[in-house]
């Protein structure tokens, strides 16, 4: 079936270190695949986003890294950051026309000073 | 720009009350979703509106659950008979065709 799983629950950094989040993913056929970003009582935040047809995307700080081949995408962090202390989602978009995202059950990242 | 926007906030109701959650979604963004997000989980999507064709209510969860989306904008999404399970956080996301979805802050449902 569809699923999107996460390989930690909870990811403990220390401020300067980089961070990797990482995120199996089931459905062969999905084209698009998401990050983002939730803080305690917000809604969820748009970090960055990949299509099936690359295998690594940078933004500022953050690098979306995708392995086809084993259904693996990671969340890159560098120089982490009080800040980037939240809950972090991966979601994976089916394909075949279905807009409609499906989400791994988060990883918390916790940046200690 | 605005954001997408949901009311109430915060709803406390009583169980076989009906409520109703309001989404505004992006200016000018033509799909619109809605999902569902339990304590400490990830967000199950609800139902999916594009345009003016027909909405992907796939999941729903039971017949309670229904949507609508008036002039191609807003959406009410409208619970009935509440029961206790329904407690979670019910967000809404817009975005344009086949581009990136952008969240709401949601609105906070408990079910007495």
């Known amino acids: 079936g569809e699923s999107v799983g996460l390989h930690l629950p909870t990811l403990s950094v220390q401020e300067g270190d980089n961070s990797i989040i990482n995120c199996a993913y089931s459905n062969s056929a999905s084209d698009y695949f998401i990050w983002y970003k939730q803080e305690s009582g917000k809604g969820p935040q748009f970090i960055i986003d990949?299509?099936?047809?690359?295998d690594k995307r940078q933004g500022q700080r953050v690098t979306v890294l995708l392995n086809k081949t084993v259904k693996h995408l990671s969340l890159q962090i560098a120089a982490t950051q009080p800040g980037d202390s939240a809950v972090y989602f991966c979601a994976e978009r089916p394909g075949g026309g279905y807009n409609k995202l499906i989400f791994g059950a988060g990883t918390r990242l916790a940046v200690h000073p | 720009g605005a954001g997408v926007s949901q009311s109430p906030s915060n709803k406390v109701t009583e169980k076989g009350k009906d409520v109703e959650l309001r989404c505004d979604p992006i200016?000018?963004?033509?799909?619109l979703y809605w999902y569902r997000q339990s304590l400490g989980q990830g967000l199950e999507f609800l139902i999916y509106f594009q345009g003016n064709s027909a909405p992907d209510k796939s999941g729903l969860p039971s017949d309670r659950f229904s949507a609508e989306r008036t002039g191609g904008s807003v959406s009410t999404l409208t619970i009935q008979r509440t029961q206790q399970e329904d407690s979670a956080v019910y967000l809404c996301a817009s975005s344009s065709v086949q581009e990136t979805q952008y969240f709401g802050p949601g609105t906070r449902l408990l079910v007495l």
């Open positions: 200016s000018g963004h033509t799909a």
């Open positions: 990949i299509r099936s047809n690359m």
